[in-house]
């Protein structure tokens, strides 16, 4: 945007009049047009003059042209605005640059007249110099009712055009700016590419540049406030020790602020960021990047968290510009801290690369080379292609060794790594709780800890059961009890990975533990429904919907003993402990079905109701007919999967200690069996139930029949009425008179069906519930405690691959189960260990809370690091840590917080969402550390800043709140709805 330095005149620079012809005309007769290039507007009056002049060869010629002088061009001597509508050849020419400064220097301009320098633009398919250029209007954020008009080319960078701007609004050196191109009254683009050109910008006449710059706080005057505080005069009252600053959970979002406070107190990236130099190394055009996106969006919350005057940034910018690159991250569900930093660091490296166009490089093998060859050249290969402040800090290389099982081929690679994932040692048997329900009914289920192999069968579960309760093995059944039903009856030979820690596991006794189709005993799987007051006349059939409830049990009958009235009687001997039978004096008569069913059909008001509902509404009878089997015809909510939802209240598994013992109440225990503790009765939950739905309520159709009156036959009513059902406990076939019984084709499932007055009448809900500890609940298995190191050396220990990933051997050309050795070559400034807690297999998963013992200082590498040739002037191996990410809870659910140093006072702080406390050293080493940031001692900055005072803590557990929140908090709250801490 700036003029071009006109060389001065003097008099012996002129040359001979021809000598000026000869090297003019040249120059724009040969000279190119090339982009970016710069011509000059000569008016065409002067130009011919000139022409004359030095045509006729006399220095003291009337036609001597004068100073030159582009006044006729000019619509106005003060704007030097160029008339409209100029046309070349008429009203002026084109002179090159070289050109213009030879006259200039010959003849001089006239005074405060311009030179009329024009670009040479690139168009689609041409190269043209641009004679009008871009008005434009520039302006600043904060006052943008005042613009000043300005005109630039088409192929001025933004870059310039914002260094113009930066002097023209006087904005101090140390100041952050950024631009926003306007063009119309709503509509404002970010320009974040300051290397595009202003035609590539698609930068138009009549447009607004908006220059802002970046507030003291970290914010951007024209993006939403970020922090949690609604007073700007409250922002600049707050001061805090930078850096020590909560993130909001904006709903299950723990897990991105404790990889954000990790990587927030990573020095050398810190400093990156808060000095600006990022801007210089964002990278646009990198197909593998996020368009400088992710960089730009982590430098703001960075600048907002280290400025000093937030005590909580709620990321949402950060949060939305992560789920739009990376869409598993989208929405709130609960994530893992170690795959959002990975994601970030892979998103920033690619954002900040400063290889815009990475060539293609073939890897080659080591080839019996020798390693510190091969490691330099794989190194340099790398740079090649990957060259940001994410390499310069944390990427490492290690050495992998592949060798071929049958042909004994070696290979050698060396691989970059940006974080080390190290395994823990895993133990060889696990700890599982059942609930075992005894033969004897007035037993309560106990609730037994169990230590069985993991690799093991069921089996293994029945003979550690018995070993505590002297109930031989082959008399147990085990299986998954899930909303009131059978989720799984397992086999003895099925293996034990099936069984998650979150199932609700129940060991049966029976008199015969053999679900053998062809055995003198048949096991009989027995549900407890309760059916609504009303018929469901929906479908026709005028059925009553039922709802699961209680705990369903395995029992052994019989062959020849399952008609209805031996079952009936089987059955309430089994319930006794919470089913109280009738008196004689309490039991009710009921109607005979035959003739309720006349009376069904028949006795009909033209209001649709019986004269008597009471008895029409009584319980009904299995028997024969389509309606009592219920063919088609249940309504229950009942589901054959379940839920997958975590944090589910639904889904709660058997009672927690504490909720167990309420309700005790010090009550005396009757013979419970082998094995049982009677000194901790405790109600026990239904395991993972669902709330029962409304029953539905159907009103019998009109009928036009004329009405009929029966005196109606009675019986003494039963407790329950027995009910052929499938798995999933819905109806499929009636049970049979006196002596019918089943077909055992299968897995035979019985539900007994309760009218609602009975059961409240004869069902002991609060009885049903009760459970008993075993001593072995009182006793905590010790915790597993390992030492990093150990961890080390099982990263580098010889392996052999798995059958899902095999190597492809290039000497057997076929795909090879290898044995693989991973060892450490060179390490990064800062070094990144991710703990694999979580173990995925195709059979089971879990989170391991063993305890590793990591050093807060001293940790040292060089026993780890493959020695090295003639290398001299190697870094120390020696780290210090500096932060770790937390993840307490299981699979499905948990908590993530952070332990972190800070900077510029050395003081460790935890965070923990949006609340900082202090912290000791003795505190960070918990069973729930999950990711740990160590760096190098030899680039770690001592602290500028003395360490603050801080009150004392108990071990474990942070100390005060480094900064009330309370105000913010109640400002957010009264503005957006809470959100509850995952």
Request: with cysteine.
């Amino acid at each position: 945007m700036a003029e071009a330095a006109a060389p001065e005149s003097t008099a012996t620079e002129v040359p001979g009049l021809e000598t000026q012809r000869r090297e003019i005309e040249g120059l724009v007769r040969d000279q190119e047009l090339r982009a970016g290039h710069s011509w000059y507007l000569l008016e065409k009056r002067w130009f011919t003059q000139w022409k004359e002049y030095v045509a006729a060869g006399d220095q003291n010629s009337s036609s001597f042209p004068g100073q030159i002088d582009n006044t006729e061009l000019f619509q106005d001597l003060e704007s030097h605005r160029l008339k409209d509508q100029l046309v070349e050849d008429e009203d002026f020419i084109l002179v090159p640059a070289e050109a213009w400064h030879k006259l200039q220097a010959w003849y001089g301009t006239v005074s405060e007249q311009p030179a009329l320098e024009r670009k040479v633009v690139e168009l689609p398919n041409t190269l043209k110099v641009e004679i009008y250029p871009v008005e434009i209007f520039l302006c600043l954020h904060s006052n943008m009712e005042n613009t000043v008009t300005a005109q630039i080319s088409r192929v001025d960078t933004i870059d310039a055009i914002q260094k113009e701007m930066r002097r023209l609004f006087e904005v101090p050196p140390s100041a952050e700016t950024r631009l926003w191109m306007k063009s119309s009254d709503t509509s404002c683009e970010r320009l974040r590419n300051t290397h595009l050109s202003a035609l590539e910008a698609c930068l138009g006449p009549g447009m607004t540049l908006i220059i802002e710059t970046r507030n003291t706080d970290g914010t951007w005057p024209s993006s939403r406030p970020q922090i949690t505080r609604n007073s700007l005069d409250e922002q600049d009252l707050y001061q805090g020790q930078p850096g020590v600053c909560g993130l909001t959970n904006l709903g299950n979002t723990c897990f991105m602020n404790s990889a954000l406070q990790c990587l927030s107190n990573t020095p050398p990236l810190t400093e990156y960021f808060l000095c600006s130099l990022y801007l210089e190394e964002l990278n646009f055009t990198n197909p593998l990047g996020m368009k400088g996106e992710i960089a730009e969006a982590y430098a703001d919350l960075i600048k907002q968290m280290w400025s000093g005057r937030h005590c909580s940034v709620a990321p949402r910018i950060f949060k939305t510009k992560v789920g739009h690159f990376a869409s598993q991250f989208l929405g709130y569900q609960q994530h893992d801290s170690q795959e959002l930093l990975s994601f970030l660091l892979d998103g920033l490296h690619e954002d900040l690369n400063r290889v815009k166009n990475k060539e293609y490089i073939e890897l080659r093998d080591a080839e019996e080379r020798p390693d510190q060859e091969v490691a330099e050249e794989a190194w340099r290969n790398h740079q090649r292609r990957n060259d940001s402040v994410i390499v310069d800090t944390l990427h490492g290389l290690f050495k992998s060794t592949l060798v071929c099982p049958q042909c004994g081929m070696v290979s050698v690679t060396f691989d970059p790594f940006c974080y080390l994932s190290v395994p823990l040692p895993v133990s060889k048997e696990r700890v599982m709780e059942v609930f075992f329900v005894s033969l004897d009914p007035a037993a309560k289920p106990v609730q037994h800890r169990l230590l069985v192999p993991k690799a093991g069968k069921v089996s293994d579960l029945c003979t550690a059961l018995s070993r505590q309760t002297s109930v031989p093995a082959n008399q147990m059944v085990v299986a998954d009890v899930f909303n009131h039903r059978f989720y799984k009856i397992y086999q003895n030979d099925e293996a034990l990975v099936c069984i998650l820690d979150r199932d609700d596991i129940f060991v049966y006794e029976l008199s015969s533990g053999s679900l053998d189709e062809d055995g003198e005993e048949v096991v009989l799987a027995l549900y407890l429904r309760e059916r609504s007051h009303y018929r469901d006349y929906s479908t026709g059939s005028g059925s009553y919907s039922t709802s699961l409830f209680g705990h369903p049990l395995l029992i052994s009958v019989a062959r020849g003993q399952c008609g209805r009235e031996q079952l009936y009687q089987a059955f309430l001997q089994r319930l006794a402990r919470y089913v109280r039978p009738p008196d004689p004096s309490e039991e009710e008569e009921e109607v005979d079905e035959e003739d309720r069913q006349e009376e069904d059909l028949y006795n009909m008001q033209t209001n649709g109701f019986s004269e008597d509902d009471e008895e029409t509404e009584e319980a009904e009878q299995p028997g024969p007919s389509n309606r009592e089997r219920g063919e088609g015809s249940e309504s229950e909510e009942n589901q054959s999967d379940k839920p997958a939802e975590p944090g589910d209240p639904e889904l709660q598994s058997a009672p927690s200690n504490s909720e167990a013992e309420q309700g005790s109440s010090g009550e005396e225990s009757p013979s419970q069996g082998a094995g049982g503790d009677a000194d901790s009765q405790q109600p026990m939950k239904s395991p993972r139930s669902e709330e029962d739905g409304p029953p539905t309520d159907g009103t019998p159709p009109i009928e036009s029949q004329a009405k009929r009156k029966r005196r109606p036959r009675k019986r003494k009513k039963p407790l329950f009425t027995i009910q052929a059902v499938n798995a999933n406990a819905t109806t499929e076939r009636g049970l049979g008179e006196e002596g019918s019984g089943f077909s055992f084709n299968s897995q035979p499932y019985v539900a007994i069906d309760w009218d609602p007055e009975m059961k409240k009448k004869y069902y002991n809900e609060a009885e049903a519930e009760k459970f008993i500890k075993h001593k072995s609940m009182e006793f905590a298995l010790k915790q597993m405690t390992v030492k990093l190191q150990q961890c080390i050396e099982l990263f580098t220990t010889v392996e052999t691959l798995e059958e899902e990933n095999p190597w492809y051997c290039p000497t057997c050309k076929k795909h090879q189960l290898a044995t693989k050795k991973l060892d450490l070559w060179s390490l990064p400034e800062v070094l990144i260990i991710h703990l694999k807690r979580f173990s995925y297999t195709k059979y089971s998963r879990e989170k391991l809370d063993t305890i590793v013992e990591f050093p807060i200082r001293d940790l040292d590498f060089s026993g780890y690091l493959l020695p090295k040739r003639g290398k001299e002037g190697e870094p120390p191996s020696r780290y210090d840590l500096i932060a770790v990410s937390n993840h307490y809870g299981g699979l499905r659910d948990g908590h993530y917080t952070s332990f972190a140093r800070n900077k510029d006072n050395g003081q460790w702080y935890y965070f923990d969402d949006s609340k900082v406390s202090y912290a000791t050293e003795d505190q960070i080493m918990t069973s729930a550390a999950y990711v740990l940031f160590y760096q190098r001692q030899d680039k770690i900055r001592q602290p500028a800043l003395p360490k603050p005072p801080t009150s004392a803590a108990n071990p474990g557990e942070p100390a005060d709140e480094v900064t009330s929140c309370a105000k913010e908090e109640s400002d957010r709250g009264a503005s957006s709805p809470s959100m509850e801490t995952d």
